[in-house]
C-alpha cells in the first residue's frame, strides 16, 4: 500500500513558467514533508521541506503548499529553468515512523 | 552544513562475491542512518534503518544475512552485500540524522552506489 503517491510520472514546462508537482498522502501521522530533487546516478538533495502546522514555505523559487484535509501537498517552481530538470521525489515521515516514505518521482523537462 | 560521504560511487563484482558500501557523515554525528535502494524509475525504498551500537531493523522482505548493516560508530555506517547476485545490482543510497552541538540534521543523503553484479 503505497502511503505517499505522485501520480504524474513526468511533466513538461516551459523555461519561465510555473512547474507544479503534486503529492498526495493517506497516513495521517505524517507531520513533516519534504522535497527532494534527484539527478540520474546521484543521491537525492533536498530541496524544501514543511512541517503540518503550516500551510505554506518558501525560499526562492520554491514554494511548498499543504493542504492537510485534502492530505495533499505541492511544490510550485517559479520561474522554471532548465537546470531544474530532474526527478522530484516527495518524501513524508512522523508518527511512529522516523524513517522517510517516499512517492515514486516525476521527472521534470524544462523546456528553453 | 551537513555532509554525508558515501562510497564507493560504483562498484561492479562477480557473482558470489561480497562488496562493502561505507556511508560516513563527515561534519555531525549520525546517530541514525538509513540504507535505501532505487531500481531504475521506481522510488528510493527502505531497506534497514540503524542506530549507532544497536542492530539494524530491517523492513519486511529485506533479507538480514544477505544485506548486513554495522553502525558502529556515530560516523560510520557499513552496508555489506553478502553473496552477491545479479538481481542485486542496483542503485544503494545511505542518509544519515544527528547532530553536532546543538544543530539537529535530518535526511542527509550520500551519494549513492551504483553496484553491478556480474
Known amino acids: 500500500d503505497q502511503q505517499v503517491k505522485q501520480n504524474s510520472p513526468s511533466l513538461s514546462v516551459q523555461e519561465g513558467r510555473i512547474s507544479i508537482l503534486n503529492c498526495d498522502y493517506t497516513?495521517?501521522?505524517?507531520?513533516?514533508f519534504l522535497w527532494y530533487k534527484k539527478y540520474p546516478a546521484e543521491g537525492p538533495t533536498f530541496l524544501i521541506s514543511?512541517?503540518?502546522?503550516?500551510d505554506k514555505n518558501e525560499d526562492g523559487r520554491f514554494t511548498v503548499f499543504l493542504n492537510k484535509s485534502a492530505k495533499h501537498l505541492s511544490l510550485h517552481i517559479v520561474p522554471s529553468q532548465p537546470g531544474d530538470s530532474a526527478v522530484y521525489f516527495c518524501?513524508?515521515?512522523?508518527?511512529?515512523?522516523?524513517?522517510?516514505?517516499f512517492g515514486k518521482g516525476t521527472k521534470l523537462s524544462v523546456k528553453p | 552544513g551537513a555532509v554525508v560521504s558515501q562510497h564507493p560511487s560504483w562498484v561492479i563484482c562477480k557473482s558470489g562475491t561480497s562488496v562493502k558500501i561505507e556511508c560516513r557523515s563527515l561534519?555531525?554525528?549520525?546517530?541514525?542512518m538509513f540504507w535505501y535502494r532505487q531500481f531504475p524509475k521506481q522510488s528510493l525504498m527502505l531497506m534497514a534503518t540503524?542506530?549507532?551500537?544497536?542492530?539494524?531493523?530491517?523492513e519486511q522482505g529485506v533479507e538480514k544475512d544477505k544485506f548486513l548493516i554495522n553502525h558502529a560508530s556515530l560516523t560510520l555506517s557499513t552496508l555489506t552485500v553478502t553473496s552477491a547476485h545479479p538481481e542485486d545490482s542496483s542503485f544503494y543510497i545511505c542518509?544519515?540524522?544527528?547532530?553536532?552541538?546543538?544543530?539537529?540534521?535530518?535526511?542527509?543523503f550520500g551519494s549513492g552506489t551504483r553496484l553491478t553484479v556480474v
Open positions: 542518509s544519515a540524522t544527528g547532530s553536532r552541538g546543538r544543530s539537529n540534521y535530518g535526511y542527509t
Open positions: 497516513n495521517s501521522m505524517f507531520d513533516y
Open positions: 514543511i512541517s503540518s502546522i503550516k
Open positions: 518524501a513524508a515521515s512522523g508518527g511512529s515512523q522516523g524513517n522517510l516514505i
Open positions: 561534519d555531525f554525528q549520525a546517530t541514525t
Open positions: 540503524s542506530n549507532e551500537g544497536s542492530k539494524a531493523t530491517y
